[in-house]
C-alpha cells in the first residue's frame, strides 16, 4: 500500500478528553476515529490490526471443534425476560421500544439467544457436547468510558459457547479452552496469565479472566511470578508481599487488564430456557454449558497498553498492520527508483508492504513510522547502498542487500 | 465436515408465518434462523454463505481501489440533525435515549459518518480521489418483513463511498463501479440487469439499481432482452408489450429482486456537513460523492429466489457452502471405510466437502442433500464400484473413479 494514497492521517493533536494511552495513540496514529464515547470507527490501519486478532482467534476456534455462527444485535425483550436478565442488566443494556411498540433490546452478550438456537437444533445425547462461536458486536451503555478501546459501548467480540451432557465433560472442555486462550495469546505477542475471577479452587463453578501486565490497567492483580499463582487483589486473600500459597515465594502487586474470560454456566441458563436433551436412560435432562469471551477491540486496545513508547505504538510480529514499514529517504532519481523496485520485488515475495512515497520531510516519515508501530522499518536512503532493517521495538539496525534483509523478515514472520 | 457433527438439522415444518420462499427453504435446511420478524441469526451452513458473498465482493472492491473501514451502528443524534434526516429517517431508524440522556440512532445507512469521518482526514485536491468501503450491520425498523431475507431489520451491507473534485471525476468513477456491479453479480452467479432508478437520462443525477429476475419479486420491471434497456414498471413510460426505446423490440414486464443500488450523491452530504477541500487554485469546494450498497443478506436470499425447484435450494457454484455433498449410502463395512477414504482425498486435494456419514436412511440423506443444495453431490454405494457425482441444479450423472470426479469438479470450481 502506498502511504499517499492510505487513508487515515497521522496528527499531533487529538480532542483532549482521550485520557487513555490506547485510544490516544490509535486515534494520532490514524488506526481509528472516535465516533462518540465509548464507540469507535476503525481506519484502514485499524481493521487490518483487527482482522489479524480475528483471525487468529478463529483459527484457535476452529482447532478446538468450534463452529462459526453469527447471532443478532437486535433481540426481544421476552427471551431476556426469562433469564430475568432484561431487569438485571437494564443498567447497561440499550432498550427500547420499536415502531410497532415491541420491546428490544441491543445483545450485551448472547446466552439467552445461544441457548434458544441450540434448543431447536437439539435432541438428544448424541448431539453433544457442540461448541459454537461468533464474531460479532456488542453493545453495552457503559457508564464511564475512559478507557479508549478497553472498555467499549459497541465493540467486536468472541464469544463461544459449549454444551455438554455433564459437568465433567464441561470441566474437561474448560481446560482445552483455557489452554487456548493461552495459545491465543501468545500468538497475539501477549504475555497473559489466569485469574481466578471468583470462588477459588473449592468451588466447581469458578471461572478465570486472563490478565496481561501494562501500566495502566483497570484492575489489580496479585501475581506470584514463580508459579503463576495469581488472583484478582480485591479478593485476594494474599496481599503483594506475603507468601504465595502454593510456593511460598514473594507475590506482587500488578496493574493488569482483563483480556478475556472463560465461564461455567452450568444450567443457569439451560434450566430458565428449558433447553433438554435425552439421555442414555431415555430421559429428559438439562444441558450443562460454558461461555468464553475475548473482546478484540480490547486485545487491540491491550497491545497498544502493553508495547508503546514515547515515539509511538510497537505493534507485535504477527499483529502489525503491515509486515514492513518501506520508508523512501532518498533526494536522487536513481535511488527513488530503487525504493520503487523494492517495493515491488516485497509485493512479489507475499510480504505486506506499507510503502512511505510521500513528498514529505524524511524526518517526518521517520516520525510517523515509529508512531504508526509497524514491526520492521526498511530505510532506502541516498547516503548507503546497503538496505538498513530497523526493528521498530528496540530500533536494532540491520545492514545488508534486499536478500540479507527478506531472508531476516521472513524468518520473523515464519 | 462430518454432517453428523454439523449444527443445524433440517426440519419439514416450520412457523407459518414464514411465507417468502428463501426464509422458508433457508430455515428448513438449517442455514438460518429466525430472531423475530426480519431478524435472522447465520447458522454455520448459512455463514458459510454469507462469508463467499462477502469475499467475492470484497475482492472486487479492492479491484476499483477501494479501501476497507469498519463504521459504528451507534450514532449520535447531532450529526444527522445536520442533513436533516434524524427527522426524515425516523419512521425506519432505530432512535432512542441512553443511560445518560443522549440521543442514539442506529445507523440505517452511513453517510452522514463518512462525510465526518473524511473531513477529519481530507484537506487538499492530491487527497482526491478517494474511495472507502465498509461491510457492516444496518439497522432499518421496516414496517413489513414478508420477504425474509430480501428485507431484514438488522442486515449485513457493503457500502462504498466515493469522493471526488467534480463531478466528472465522479461520473467516470460511476462508470467503474457499474461495471463492477455487474461483474460481482456474474461472478456471484446471479444474471443482474441496470434500471435507471429515477429521473433518467436526461438528467445527471440519476442512480441505478441492480435487478435480478425471480418467481416473486418485490419489484416490477419492464426490461427489453434485446439490448437491455430497462426501466422500474411503475415509472417505465414504456409498457409491457410495447416497442423499446431503443431498439424497437417489443419489451416485456419481469418480477425482479433489487440486489444493489449505486447513487450519484453530488454535494447533498458535503454541503450540509461542510466537507471541503482546497482545489488548485487555493480555494475551498466541496467534495463531490457517490454511494454504491450491496445487501449481502439480500443476495443471498436473492439467489434462494432465483435458484430453487420443489425440492430445495440450488447454491451456484461460487455460492455453495460446500463444494461437494459427498453421500455415504453404503450399508456394508467395506464401502464404509471407502466414503471415509475418498472424504479424506477430497480433503487434500483442498475441497470444501460436507461429508453425510449420519446414521439414517438413504432416503433422508438424498432428500436432505436436494434441500441444502450443494452444487455437486458425490454418492458412494455398495450398488456400484464406480462413483456417481450428480450436480443438483439438473441431477445430471457421471460415473467414474475418483480420478475422473475430481477431475470434473475442479473444472467447475475453477
Redesign the interface.
Known amino acids: 500500500m502506498k502511504q499517499s494514497k ?4 497521522t496528527r499531533k493533536d487529538i480532542s483532549q478528553d482521550e485520557k487513555s494511552i490506547n485510544a490516544e495513540l490509535l486515534t494520532k496514529a ?1 488506526f481509528v ?1 472516535k ?2 464515547a465509548g ?6 490501519l ?2 487490518r490490526v ?1 482482522r489479524k486478532i480475528e483471525n487468529i482467534i478463529r483459527e484457535e476456534m476452529e482447532a478446538i471443534g468450534g ?10 425483550k421476552e427471551l431476556w425476560h426469562q433469564t430475568g436478565r432484561w431487569q438485571e442488566l437494564e ?2 443494556m ?3 421500544q ?2 410497532h411498540g ?1 420491546q ?1 433490546g ?1 445483545a450485551t452478550t448472547h446466552e439467552e ?1 445461544i441457548t434458544d ?2 434448543k ?2 437439539l435432541s438428544s445425547y448424541k448431539d453433544l457436547p ?1 461448541y ?1 462461536y461468533q464474531i460479532q ?1 456488542k ?1 453495552r ?1 457503559e ?1 464511564r468510558v475512559k478507557s479508549g478501546l478497553l472498555r467499549g ?2 465493540f467486536l467480540m468472541k464469544d463461544l459457547y459449549s454444551f455438554h451432557i455433564d459437568q465433567k465433560d464441561l470441566d474437561e472442555y474448560y481446560q482445552v479452552v483455557y489452554q487456548a486462550y493461552l495459545k491465543i495469546f501468545k500468538r497475539l505477542g501477549l504475555e497473559a496469565f489466569a485469574v481466578e475471577a471468583s470462588g477459588g479452587a473449592m468451588s466447581k463453578q469458578f471461572s478465570h479472566e486472563f490478565m496481561v501486565k501494562t501500566e495502566a490497567g483497570e484492575d489489580e492483580t496479585v501475581l506470584c511470578e514463580k508459579c503463576g499463582w495469581a488472583q484478582n487483589a480485591e479478593i485476594a486473600k494474599v496481599k503483594s508481599g506475603e507468601q504465595c500459597p502454593q510456593c511460598q515465594t514473594i507475590v506482587k502487586k500488578f496493574k493488569t487488564v482483563e483480556a478475556g474470560n472463560i465461564f461455567r454456566l452450568g444450567d443457569k441458563y439451560s434450566r430458565p430456557l428449558k433447553l433438554q436433551f435425552t439421555n442414555q436412560k431415555g430421559k429428559l435432562q438439562e444441558v450443562v454449558m460454558g461461555s468464553y469471551g475475548i473482546g478484540l477491540g480490547r486485545v487491540m486496545g491491550t497491545i497498544v497498553e502493553a508495547s508503546h513508547d514515547q515515539d509511538g505504538i510497537i505493534w507485535t510480529e504477527t499483529t502489525s498492520p503491515y509486515q514492513v514499514h518501506l520508508l523512501n529517504l532518498a533526494k536522487n532519481d536513481k535511488t527513488q527508483g530503487k525504493a520503487e523496485q523494492i517495493y515491488k520485488e516485497l509485493h512479489q515475495q507475499g510480504l505486506e508492504v506499507l510503502y512511505d512515497d510521500r513528498d514529505i520531510s524524511f524526518a517526518r516519515k521517520l516520525k510517523d513510522a515509529d508512531l504508526i508501530g509497524v514491526y520492521w522499518q526498511l530505510i532506502v536512503s541516498d547516503k548507503q547502498t546497503e538496505l538498513e532493517l530497523v526493528k521498530r521495538k528496540d530500533h536494532q539496525k540491520i545492514l545488508g542487500d534486499l536478500n540479507k534483509v527478506l531472508s531476516t523478515i521472513k524468518k520473523s514472520v515464519r
Chains 1, 2 share one sequence.
Open positions: 492510505l487513508f487515515g492521517k490514524g476515529e465516533q462518540m464507540v469507535y470507527d476503525y481506519l484502514p485499524g481493521l483487527l463452529q462459526e455462527i453469527l447471532m443478532t444485535a437486535l433481540q426481544a443498567p447497561i440499550y432498550q427500547f420499536d415502531h415491541s428490544i441491543l439467544v438456537i441450540v431447536k437444533h457442540l459454537l458486536n453493545f451503555d457508564k459501548r459497541e
